[in-house]
Nanobody
């Protein structure tokens, strides 16, 4: 069983940057597909970015493409989401996720392991 612990959320002005981290314990993250989702109150948790392996091609939702970068450091058992040019509409709770299914899924049910969530607030 893998446990995921997130950090790095906070308050930032529009146009600013943040980097979220998600560190795994219990299992090595290198064998998992990793992803970031986000959720605002009253809405479904939505896919933002996913990465199958450290050398794999990342997958992004159109709403974050060109501004967010997903990456992973297998030696540190950690995944990251670098967010640039943040907009007010990026305000959400961000969750890291992992699955051992071998594919980057876009749905919440594609992932078996979740972080606790970290709040990102972008002020306009």
């Amino acid at each position: 069983q893998v446990q995921l612990i997130e950090s790095g959320g906070g308050l930032v002005q529009a146009g600013g940057s943040l980097r979220l981290s998600c560190t795994a314990s219990g299992r090595t993250l290198s064998t998992y597909v990793v992803a970031w989702f986000r959720q605002v109150p009253g809405k479904e948790r939505e896919f933002a970015a996913g990465l199958r392996s450290a050398s794999g091609t990342p997958v992004y939702d159109d709403s974050v493409k060109g501004r967010f970068t997903i990456s992973r450091d297998n030696a540190k058992n950690t995944m990251y989401l670098s967010m640039n040019n943040l907009k007010a509409e990026d305000t959400a709770v961000y969750y890291c996720a992992a699955n051992a299914r071998g594919y980057v899924g876009w749905a919440r049910y594609d992932y078996d392991h979740w972080g606790q969530g970290t709040q990102v607030t972008v002020s306009s």
